[in-house]
């Protein structure tokens, strides 16, 4: 079956603070407050272009949800109610703050049909939450996670690869603490340099540099096999090319590529395919996974013959997906 979400962006609506690398209006293309009228617009806009049956959720990103007054939060969630009745639209998932987590603000996204919470959990590493000025702790993070798993709710645990003081394996010890919390998805974010932000001036000091575009594919490569290993499905990798971005208007410096969840999944392929003998010939590999296989722009085929290694690909939907078999 199909899968969509309808986004619903509420650029830092609530956020207590903006984090020193945060300009939501820059990284989301959109600048205005969404009216519950524009919501509706939204949700009917998406759902004509939807091939039945399917799956939709409806998703409210980009600010902390659960932070915003709590009729806000009513008049939000009610708009989407008649949809969820209708069949149309599964659940609503949303996205907040650790800290604006609690019994009370469970017991509200419950009534009204949310089935995911994701926490932007960044860093599970101290050091680096204060250096970002997150307002929050580690320890706020596992007391969310643990709420948020009791009442039942899927939980999701975004991070961000190359914060101020990060390291690769600071990277691979949040990963694994999202693994421990019981987190059911995740999102893993590049930190980019975006105008109007501490970060931007800590750029312009010599402060803070960016990660490269190689070396942020290898440390969300290794991320990203942290999850897949512990049955965490990774939801995106890489910001979303919002036309700011693409065009480089809005952003400063930090390693955006269009494409990058590709160039992740080529690399983690091309760990995998290297591993074979000269002398295999012919794999099979799920269709969804043909062009990580073969790699970005044929990257990957590229690199094999460069090791004298030539193969034939075989594609078959009984393959499971991030998996090969050898062709007998």
Known sequence: MRHYNIPIFIPELACPNRCIYCNQRHISGQAEVVSTDKVVQIIESHLQTFVRPSHVELAFFGGSFTGLEIEQQK????????Y??????????????????????????????????ELGAQSLCDEILTLCERGHSVRDVEKASSLIKEYGFSLGLQMMVGLPSDTLERSKQTAQKIVSLGADNTRI???????????AEMYYRGDYRPLTIEQAVEWSAEVYKIFIQSGVSV???????????????????????VSFRELVLSRIWLERLLSLGKETKCIVVNPKDINYAKGYRLCNIKALKERGVVLNFVQSESQTRDTFSICR
């Open 235 to 257: 939801l995106r990798v890489g910001l979303h090319p919002s036309e700011g971005l693409i065009s480089g208007n809005e952003l400063i410096a930090g390693p955006f590529h």
């Open 84 to 117: 969820i009745k209708q069949g149309l639209i599964e659940g609503i998932r949303l996205s907040t703050r650790p800290d604006y987590i609690s019994v009370a603000v469970l017991d509200t996204l419950k009534r009204y049909n949310v089935k995911t919470i």
């Open 189 to 199: 974010y590049p930190t980019l340099v975006i105008p109007n932000t501490k970060l």
């Open 75 to 82: 008049k939000y969630l009610e708009v989407v109610q008649p």
